[in-house]
């Protein structure tokens, strides 16, 4: 029989397993909503969800069963065939794309198994448009502090030169500005050919930074103004982490190509690329391809998901609950600043303690994290309520007194 305490499964890592994350010391074994369950039964709960993935709540009944239902049936057959509910996931992408307009744009979807994959995918999409509509241009502006994945593309449209360094040489054609600064976003335009911007709405990884509305509009006027590429990285912030079902639904316009992944399948491993059909149709038969994307588990996984996050009415719940808690996070002893929206939400602290706060929550039975060391960010299940949230704040509010 495994063992299956902590101290086994760290002996197991240091020896076997490529060292490229700290992992703090607990084992989770069982979820359920918003809470997770330790080796020795402890009780926590969750406000990071597996970095913003577990969107209808740990072990979801819909989605558990659609799973086992599937499982039973059929795993992967590849992108050779059709599989059931693949027409109809990318239908729903289309509708909730739509949902917040009047829009009739036709959205075109490539399911991928990861976000740093969808990333990967929009690029590729986006230089071959580049090629075949805009005289062969294929260079790419992107955000100072943005994050857009691992693999080598996304890594280099990342804007953290300390995450590149160790790597390089990149791929080249990308070139990063200050967010919200549209002048210098002229400038890098003016400067190259250029196919396509490429932005998070909110960025994630890099400390919860909003675009300013202004901003994203304005940069959506330039970009068509100029026949480019608007890509919106929606990895973090698409389905309803920010209350809508989509982050750029908040600025009143749409992008060309957004990429998505997290919580389309509440944790079980997918991702998708989705253009406006006349920017898709750029990839022809051969172009792009995956073995796994897109297979059979996966659909039944995002198609319980979305049908449970519509059941939760996500959108008004996440705002509603999303405000409660960054009201809270306000009062907070050492917070200066929250930023976000949503159930995407950053507090700035005013001493460098936020790591800190992350270990002794977890010694407390909160599952916290931080994206710097004066950064605290909260990305719980959108199944969270304000009951949790008041839990959560109490132990938090003890924690940030010791430490200041
Ligand atoms: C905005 C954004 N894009 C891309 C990625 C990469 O996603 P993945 O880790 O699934 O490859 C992330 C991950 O945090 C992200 O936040």
């Known amino acids: 029989m495994t063992d299956s305490t902590l101290a086994y499964e760290q002996q197991l890592d240091a020896q076997y397993v ?129 994050f857009h994945g691992r693999t080598l593309a996304a890594l280099a449209a990342t804007g953290q030169p300390s995450k590149q360094e160790a790597f390089e040489p990149l791929p080249a054609g990308f070139t990063h500005v200050p967010l919200n600064d549209l002048a210098a976003l002229q400038t890098a335009l003016s400067a190259g050919e250029i196919c396509a911007v490429l932005l998070e709405p909110l960025q994630g990884e890099g400390g919860v930074w909003p675009c300013a509305t202004e901003y994203l509009q304005a940069v959506r006027h330039l970009t068509t103004e100029r026949g480019i590429l608007l890509i919106l990285d929606e990895v973090q912030t698409g389905f309803y982490r920010t209350g809508k079902p989509f982050a750029f639904q908040h600025f009143g316009i749409q992008p060309d190509i957004i990429t998505l992944a997290k919580g389309i399948a509440n944790g079980f491993p997918m991702g998708a690329l989705v253009a406006r059909d006349a920017v898709a149709a750029a990839f022809e038969p051969g172009d792009h391809g995956s073995t796994f994307a897109g297979g059979a588990l996966a659909v039944a996984a995002a198609n319980a998901t979305q049908q449970a996050l519509a059941e939760l009415d996500a959108a008004a719940h996440v705002s509603k609950v999303g405000t409660y808690l960054q009201q809270q996070l306000a009062e907070l002893p050492l917070v200066v600043e929250v930023r976000g929206c949503g159930l995407m939400v950053g507090a700035a602290l005013s001493q460098p303690v936020a790591a800190q706060a992350v270990d002794a929550g977890l010694e407390q039975g909160l599952v916290l994290n931080n994206t710097d060391p004066a950064t605290l960010r909260f990305l719980p299940p959108l199944v969270c309520t304000t009951t949790e949230i008041d839990l959560m704040i109490a132990k938090l509010t003890k924690i940030l007194e010791k430490l200041s």
């Open 18 to 146: 490529m060292q490229t994350f700290k992992r703090k010391p607990v084992e989770f074994v069982r979820g359920e909503g918003m809470r997770l369950y330790d080796d020795a039964g402890r009780e926590y709960l969750d406000f990071i969800a597996g970095i913003g993935v577990a969107s209808a709540g740990h072990a979801h009944p819909l989605v558990t069963a659609a799973l086992q239902a599937q499982a039973a049936k059929l795993l992967n057959v590849s992108n050779y065939y059709y599989v059931e509910g693949r027409g109809e996931l990318a239908r729903t992408l289309n509708d909730l794309l739509n949902s917040e307009s009047d829009s009739t744009t036709v959205w075109r979807t490539f399911f991928t198994n990861s976000g740093a994959e969808s990333v990967e995918g929009a690029i590729k999409l986006a230089r071959r448009y580049g090629k075949k509509h805009l005289g062969g241009a294929v260079g790419i502006v992107a955000a100072q502090r943005s």
